[in-house]
Nanobody, 127 residues
Framework: QVQLVESGGGLVQAGNSLRLSCAAS????????MGWFRQAPGKEREIVAA????????FYTDSVKGRFTISRYNAKNSMYLQMNSLKPEDTAVYYC????????????????????WGQGTQVTVSS
């Protein structure tokens, strides 16, 4: 069982930055692949970025490439999403998610493949 808690959301102006954090419980964090998802009002939940259990494999959706960076620090049971050059269309509730993975390079982009979810943190970008 893994419990996830996101933090770091807020209200920022377009062009600014935010860093989201996801803190995980448990002693086996390094065996979980992780992902950041977001859901805007009236829209489906979508992948933002994903990272393999080792951190050696990463994925970004096209709209955030070059602006967002996903990372993890297994010794601290933590994952991060550095968001730069934020745009109003990045406004959404951001969720972190986890699933067990024995493959150190494999990341997962489909929300259906994840077993554990945080409660979400709101990110609002004003124009």
């Amino acid at each position: 069982q893994v419990q996830l808690v996101e933090s770091g959301g807020g209200l920022v102006q377009a062009g600014n930055s935010l860093r989201l954090s996801c803190a995980a419980s448990g002693r086996t964090f390094s065996t979980y692949a992780m992902g950041w998802f977001r859901q805007a009002p009236g829209k489906e939940r979508e992948i933002v970025a994903a990272i393999s259990s080792s951190g050696r494999g990463t994925f970004y959706t096209d709209s955030v490439k070059g602006r967002f960076t996903i990372s993890r620090y297994n010794a601290k049971n933590s994952m991060y999403l550095q968001m730069n050059s934020l745009k109003p269309e990045d406004t959404a509730v951001y969720y972190c998610a986890a699933r067990y993975s024995s493959h150190i390079y494999t990341y997962y982009s489909s929300p259906q493949t994840y077993d554990y979810w945080g409660q979400g943190t709101q990110v609002t970008v004003s124009s």
